[in-house]
Nanobody
Framework: EVQLVESGGGSVQPGGSLRLSCAAA????????MGWFRQAPGKEREGVAV???????LYADSVKGRFTISQDSAKNTLYLQMNSLTPDDTAMYYC?????????????????WGQGTQVTVSS
């Protein structure tokens, strides 16, 4: 059974940074895909960044140059380093996983989801 547990969310001022973590169980990073998605109130869930087993990544245009997705296979943990945060980044952030390599931000491509961690950016 695949289990994903996010942590690291919180409140931060504009321009600040946060690092999200997603601990994965029952899942092998090297042959699969993991990603981060977010959902703001009243909006649809959108893809933020994904990473496949060979390390290739894909980012949403809105976060390019500010966010970095990475994974530690030894710890079975996915990370999202978020810098230069703005109020538009306020959302619930979800970790997602799927079998195989799927370099896409389409949320329908992921079968497994965590419960989410809240990120709030405000002054």
């Amino acid at each position: 059974e695949v289990q994903l547990v996010e942590s690291g969310g919180g409140s931060v001022q504009p321009g600040g940074s946060l690092r999200l973590s997603c601990a994965a169980a029952g899942f092998t990073f090297s042959s699969n895909t993991m990603g981060w998605f977010r959902q703001a109130p009243g909006k649809e869930r959108e893809g933020v960044a994904v990473i496949i087993g060979n390390g290739r990544t894909l980012y949403a245009d809105s976060v390019k140059g500010r966010f970095t997705i990475s994974q530690d296979s030894a710890k079975n943990t996915l990370y999202l380093q978020m810098n230069s945060l703005t109020p538009d980044d306020t959302a619930m952030y979800y970790c997602a996983a799927s079998f195989g390599w799927r370099l896409t931000l389409n949320r329908g491509s992921h079968a497994y989801w965590g419960q989410g961690t809240q990120v709030t950016v405000s002054s």
